[in-house]
């Protein structure tokens, strides 16, 4: 019988990409992942898989986990509350390919209080425990099984307990989104939670939470002894805030030609799909110095032709090549 003790994590760097629904699948990580070095970006997560009743199929797992490879390894990420079917889903996951498998504790969703999973399960610290293990069990020491957790549901006393059941069920990293799940994503993230759980458990912890610019990322590191740092919605305004460079107002519009691109050619997203997904990016949007000011930012935002947002990126590109095709 193989070792089901957790392999080594196989992140390049400390600096990792949260899973974001919505965001996060294989065009977009593939754009952000084509423009780094496995010693500036350490990692992405696919967006969160949910499982519940029946597990999920492989081919289901290799579509998320996409065709292209890169250096930095992508974690497929989980979220149930039975532990079968999320055990069954994690073998089928890695037997698609993943070189690690993540547990979310942390989704603030109605969907996922619907099924008691996500952050509904952080009141029930022995059913993170036994979800852990039925996912280590089934990883077999093929890969190692990581956790996702927030504080807490109202409030943070029992963060030690969760970062341990985690931990005790056998999870190889435990990353803490510092906020409560009734914080949501409000701007008060306490990493002073994050050197909590780090000196709760053993284990690697991943702090999450407000990491605003490349300077935080160590930052976080040194004020709270955590590992790894994964970035969320800061890297959606600033997709290179991992290596810190600077980029030009070119280069920034020819990354979101290139997501629309992929939208388009590999996913088969129709203009009015893609036209919303480049403008949830660009709500956030601060690289490159694309926006001469925060009133043109909202005169795309309010844009209402395709054409038009296109346009412009190419024109702020320096070359045309995206045509997307209105009967696509
Ligand atoms: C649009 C969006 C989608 C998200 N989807 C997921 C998800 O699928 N799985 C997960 O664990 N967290 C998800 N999160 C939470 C992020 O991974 C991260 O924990 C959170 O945004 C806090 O980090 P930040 O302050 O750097 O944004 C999502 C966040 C956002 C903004």
Redesign the pocket.
């Known amino acids: 019988m193989r070792d089901q003790m957790p392999t080594a994590l196989p992140f390049t760097s400390p600096w990792l990409l949260?899973?974001?629904?919505?965001?996060?699948e294989p065009c977009f990580r593939d754009v952000v992942l084509e423009r780094h070095e496995p010693h500036d970006l350490g990692g992405a997560?696919t967006?969160?898989v949910r499982v519940s009743g029946t597990p999920i199929p492989q081919w289901k797992m290799t579509e998320h986990l996409g065709p292209r490879r890169f250096g930095q390894p992508v974690g497929l990420?989980l979220?149930g509350s039975e532990p079968g079917p999320l055990a069954a889903s994690a073998d089928a996951a890695i037997r698609a390919g993943a070189p690690l498998v993540d547990i979310?504790f942390?989704?603030p969703s109605k969907g996922a209080d619907k099924d008691c999973a996500g952050s509904a399960m952080l009141d029930y610290p022995d059913r993170i425990e036994t979800l852990v293990r039925a996912c280590v069990a089934a990883a077999c020491g093929r890969v190692p099984v990581t956790a996702?957790i927030r504080s807490g549901i109202r409030e943070d006393a029992g963060l030690e307990e969760i970062a341990r059941a985690a931990e005790s069920g056998g999870a190889a990293m435990i990353t803490v989104?510092c906020?409560t799940k009734e914080e949501r994503?409000r701007d008060c993230?306490d990493w002073s939670r994050v050197a909590r759980a780090v000196a709760a458990v053993k284990v690697p912890v991943c702090g999450?939470?407000?990491?605003e610019t490349h300077a935080d990322l160590e930052r976080m590191r040194r004020e709270t002894g955590c590992k790894y740092t994964?970035?969320?919605?800061?890297a959606?305004g600033n997709p290179w805030i991992f290596s810190g460079r600077q980029v030009t107002a070119a280069e920034a519009a020819r990354f979101l030609l290139d997501y629309a691109e992929a939208l388009r050619d590999r996913r088969s997203f129709h203009e009015n799909g893609i036209f919303g997904r480049i403008k949830k990016l660009l709500s956030f949007w601060t690289a490159g110095g694309l926006f001469a000011s925060a009133a043109v930012k909202d005169r795309w935002l309010r844009e209402k032709e395709p054409e038009r947002l296109w346009a412009w990126l190419q024109e702020q590109a320096g070359s045309g090549t995206l045509h997307v095709s209105k009967s696509r």
Do not use: D, I, W
């Open positions: 949260a899973p974001m629904e919505g965001v996060t997560y967006e969160f990420q979220m979310n942390g989704c996702k989104h906020r994503y993230a999450n939470g407000s990491v994964m970035v969320g919605r800061a959606l």
